[in-house]
């Protein structure tokens, strides 16, 4: 396995600005997954896809926050009027259906200045 | 609404001590129990619990689950500097035809600091 991938590893922006990240899963993977990390807390869960479809949203995913995985590979996780409030790590995580466990990748890290 | 609560917060000790980290959750139809390293990056998976009284161990490391009184604890023997990280208890829940919900709602982990 290579492992998930995220790209850009750090990102710096001003208020208003949209923002997109990458995210690749380990190849045989079919779940990915969304979180988000604040400093001195637990990843919170924004949203799931199995495949190409978007299976659970948390509240948190406010109508700026758009995901998508079009062919059920790679995904995107996009903010659009980005506030000071986004400023977070971002963790893509993936697992196979048939298993519990989440493998995370190295998250980007958003500054919203 | 699921709840995962860790404690301690933070531990600080030398290297040699042993050291018990715990967790107590809240879920609906609890489905597993997951444990995870975090040093400034990914978290790295350790350990998943699904049934209790089972103790997985992986070198000094090892965790058990209670099932009836919603925790679990994962303990550290002869720690080292390369122990100090933040450790996360994460819990999944299960839809009622028993396939997961795919979620993981996390702890806010306990940070664990090993002096020499």
């Known amino acids: 396995d290579t492992g998930v991938s995220q790209n850009p590893r750090h990102k710096i922006t001003k208020r208003g600005q949209n923002v997109t990240f990458r995210c690749d899963p380990i190849s045989e993977h079919n779940r990915l997954y969304w979180y988000r990390q604040t400093l001195g807390q637990g990843p919170e869960f924004l949203t799931y896809?199995?495949?190409?479809?978007?299976?659970?949203k948390s509240r948190l995913l406010s109508d700026r926050f758009s995901a998508e995985r079009p062919k059920g590979s790679f995904s995107t996780l996009e903010i659009q009027r980005t506030e000071q409030g986004d400023s977070a790590m971002y963790l893509c995580a993936s697992s196979r259906s048939s298993q519990e466990t989440q493998y995370f990748g190295p998250g980007t890290r958003l500054l919203v200045l | 609404e699921d709840k995962v609560v860790q404690s301690p917060l933070s531990l600080v000790v030398h290297e040699g001590d042993t050291v018990t980290l715990n967790c107590s959750y809240e879920?609906?139809?609890?489905?597993?129990l997951l444990w995870y390293k975090q040093e400034k990056k990914a978290p790295t998976f350790l350990f998943m619990l699904?049934?209790?009284?089972i103790e997985k161990k992986s070198g000094r490391l090892s965790s058990i689950l209670d099932k009836k009184e919603l925790f679990s604890i994962l303990n550290i023997t002869a720690t080292q500097t390369g122990d100090s990280a933040v450790y996360l208890c994460a819990v999944g829940g299960r839809r009622a035809g028993g396939t997961s919900y795919g979620k993981l709602t996390f702890g806010q982990g306990t940070i664990l600091t090993v002096h020499p």
């Open positions: 896809f199995q495949n190409e479809a978007q299976l659970e």
């Open positions: 879920v609906t139809n609890f489905r597993s």
């Open positions: 699904t049934s209790s009284g």
